[in-house]
């Protein structure tokens, strides 16, 4: 079982860790000494009790850290998913893939977050670079409009 705390964890990897504890708890083991959850990833969601807003957000979360491995989607109407259960989530591993810090930041600092997490997962596009060029582009569209402003056209 993981074991985790308000005080030293981000609520997003306590969620992350539940989710996992609770696949764990209803996974069976397999004569390979795997560990495998059948049933409905949206029951076992619920019964940690969290917003439905989180779905997406913890099993993407799970499947990216290596955790689980989804074999089958049960696509809801009562299909049964099959998932392979690898290990629980790594507060470090967790920490570097979304770059999660423990302290209460600037507004600031949680844009520059969100715009390095983009980055991570973005990482063919440099995007200062990017919003360089834009703004760049941006200035001579402006300088031609008030120059057709100024000559009437």
């Not at 708890?25 to 619920?46: H, I, P, T």
């Not at 989530?89 to 949680?110: C, H, I, M, Q, S």
């Amino acid at each position: 079982m993981t074991t985790t705390t308000a005080e030293e964890t981000p609520r997003l990897y306590q969620h992350t860790c539940a989710l996992y504890d609770q696949l764990a708890a209803g996974a069976k083991k397999m004569e390979d000494k795997s560990r495998v959850f059948e049933g409905s990833l949206v029951a076992a969601f619920r019964a940690i009790g969290v917003s439905q807003s989180y779905y997406s957000s913890l099993y993407g979360i799970l499947k990216e850290l290596g955790c689980i491995t989804v074999q089958r989607s049960g696509r809801g109407g009562g299909g049964k998913s099959l998932v392979t259960l690898h290990h629980p989530p790594g507060l470090d591993e967790f920490r570097k893939v979304y770059k999660v810090r423990l302290t209460n930041e600037t507004p600031y600092a949680n844009l520059i977050l969100r715009i390095e997490n983009m980055e991570g997962r973005l990482p063919t596009i440099d995007l200062p670079s990017y919003i360089v060029d834009l703004e760049q582009r941006l200035a001579v569209l402006e300088d031609r409009i008030k120059s057709l402003e100024r000559t009437g056209g």
